[in-house]
């Protein structure tokens, strides 16, 4: 299994709303990470799990909340977000140890924030 | 500050010819640089690394030269087929677990 999955793939959501962000992987990866994409951009880091605990976290706003409850499982929790946070958002994963920059995407969230 | 950047934002290319796209980065401290491919719809795919170490890397069409003087490295594709149309991520790693990705080449290819 060397997929990383992503739910749901679609979210619409209002600004007063709270919603998560879910992300699964079954290859044994201890790193986690959480990017935002922005049409014709390049993927941006949020956050960065290693072995379950937060190593990264790249000045993001708090209305983000990221979790992750166990080396396979990786969320993001979502609340008062802005219209201008509608982006994909993409979840990967990698070895960690010797990390030469492999990572494997998920296939993304895409979030509209109305 | 970008520290990768993909200067062409799309390559058009005819079936069979080579493709290639180009990088450069600033950060002299990158150690390891890689390729991602990225059909709409999808997370990106890793395609090529390459480790600054060495100056080519080939997997079957795929081949990627690293000019560590100039700060540049270069995707070659041949044949280019239809199948490789999508947009491709340079990115670059300097240890730890951070990659800095460019802006991205739309690739055309077409039949």
């Known amino acids: 299994d060397t997929e990383v999955t992503q739910t749901p793939k679609h979210l619409v959501m209002g600004m007063t709303n709270k919603k998560s962000l879910k992300c699964e992987q079954h290859?044994?990866?201890?790193?986690m990470y959480w990017y935002k994409q922005k049409a014709k951009k390049p993927p941006e880091l949020m956050f960065v799990y290693s072995y379950e605990k937060l190593s990264i976290n790249e000045s993001v706003p708090s209305r983000f909340s990221p979790e992750c409850p166990n080396s396979s499982l990786l969320n993001l929790h979502l609340h008062a977000l802005q219209p201008e946070d509608s982006a994909l958002y993409l979840c990967a994963s990698s070895q960690t140890g010797g990390f030469t920059g492999e990572l494997f995407f998920g296939e993304g969230s895409r979030l509209t924030v109305l | 500050d970008q520290q990768v950047k993909q200067n062409s934002p799309s390559l058009s290319v005819q079936e069979g010819r080579i493709s290639i796209l180009n990088c450069d980065y600033t950060?002299?401290?990158?150690?390891?640089f890689l390729w991602y491919k990225k059909y709409p719809a999808e997370g990106p795919t890793f395609l090529i690394s390459i480790s600054s170490i060495k100056d080519k890397n080939e997997d079957g069409r795929f081949t990627v030269f690293l000019n560590k003087s100039a700060k540049h490295l270069s995707l070659h594709i041949v044949p280019s087929q239809p199948g490789d149309s999508a947009v491709y991520f340079c990115?670059?790693?300097?240890?730890?677990?951070?990659?800095?990705f460019g802006g991205g080449t739309r690739l055309m290819v077409k039949p």
């Open positions: 950060n002299s401290m990158f150690d390891y």
């Open positions: 290859m044994g990866h201890r790193a």
């Open positions: 990115a670059a790693n300097n240890a730890g677990n951070m990659l800095t």
